[in-house]
C-alpha cells in the first residue's frame, strides 16, 4: 500500500532532550517536506527537499534540522525541544511529473508535546 | 509575503444544505491551487486547479478557479454528517523548488 509513515504518533518529552520524528515514504517521490499545523494557522511549512541530499528552508524552520540520504526517508530533528514545538507534525511526499509537482500525500501526523 | 486566507473559518449547517467555501490568495509565480479534506488525521487531496473558470467535479463536491480575482470555491451540495472536517486550500508557488502555502481552513460541521 501506497503510504507515508511517521513515528512515532504520539511523544511528551520534557524541553532540550533531543528527538528526532522519522518519516518514510514507499512511492519512489522525490519531494518531501515537513509541515507543522497550530489552531488558527493552518498548516506551516518547515523544510522540503526535492531529492536526495537537497534540503530548502520552508517559512517556520528555526529550531529544527532535516537530512536526506536517501529517497525515501526525511527525518525531522528537534535538538533542543521547547515548548514552542509542541504541535501537530505532517510529513508530505510528491512525485515530480510531467515537470510539474503533483498533489502531496501526506502522513498521520505526529502529535508533539514538549513540557 | 505569500499568504492564502479562508472564509469562514468555522461553518455550522443542516444536512442537505448547499455550503460554498472560500479561499484568496495573494503568492508570487502562481503555479496550481489545491483543495485537501482533514479529518481526524492527514490531510486527504480533493482538487487541483490550475486554469481559471474550469470547474473540477467529484461526486457532490465541485471547485473552481479564478486566476483574475485570485480566488477560489469549493462547493458541496446536499451535505451529508460525513462532510464534516476542515477543509484546507493550498496555494503551490514556484521559488525554485515547490513551495505550498496553506490557509487557516475552514471548519465545517453538518448536524443532522
Known amino acids: 500500500e501506497a503510504q507515508v509513515t511517521q513515528n512515532p504518533r504520539y511523544l511528551i518529552t520534557v524541553t532540550g532532550k533531543k528527538l528526532t520524528v522519522t518519516c518514510s515514504q514507499n512511492?519512489?517521490?522525490?519531494?518531501m517536506s515537513w509541515y507543522r499545523q497550530d489552531p488558527g494557522l493552518g498548516l506551516r511549512q518547515i523544510y522540503y527537499s526535492m531529492n536526495v541530499e537537497v534540503t530548502d528552508k520552508g517559512d517556520v524552520p528555526e529550531g529544527y534540522k532535516v537530512s536526506r540520504k536517501e529517497k525515501r526517508n526525511f527525518p525531522l530533528i528537534l535538538e533542543s525541544p521547547s515548548p514552542n514545538q509542541t504541535s501537530l507534525y505532517f510529513c508530505?511526499?510528491?512525485?515530480?511529473?510531467?515537470?510539474?509537482?503533483?498533489?502531496?500525500?501526506f502522513g498521520d501526523g505526529t502529535r508533539l508535546s514538549i513540557l | 509575503e505569500d499568504k492564502v486566507v479562508q472564509s469562514p473559518l468555522s461553518l455550522v449547517v443542516h444536512e442537505g444544505d448547499t455550503v460554498t467555501l472560500n479561499c484568496s490568495y495573494e503568492?508570487?509565480?502562481?503555479?496550481?491551487l489545491l483543495w485537501y479534506k482533514q479529518e481526524k488525521k492527514a490531510p486527504t487531496f480533493l482538487f487541483m486547479l490550475t486554469s481559471s473558470g474550469i470547474e473540477k467535479k467529484s461526486g457532490r463536491l465541485s471547485s473552481i478557479l479564478d486566476k483574475k480575482e485570485l480566488s477560489s470555491i469549493l462547493n458541496i451540495t446536499a451535505t451529508q454528517t460525513g462532510d464534516s472536517a476542515i477543509y484546507l486550500c493550498a496555494v503551490e508557488a514556484w521559488a525554485g523548488a515547490q513551495k505550498l502555502v496553506f490557509g487557516q481552513g475552514t471548519r465545517l460541521t453538518i448536524n443532522p
Open positions: 503568492v508570487t509565480n502562481f503555479r496550481s
Open positions: 508530505a511526499s510528491s512525485p515530480f511529473s510531467d515537470g510539474f509537482y503533483q498533489p502531496q500525500h
Open positions: 512511492m519512489n517521490h522525490e519531494y
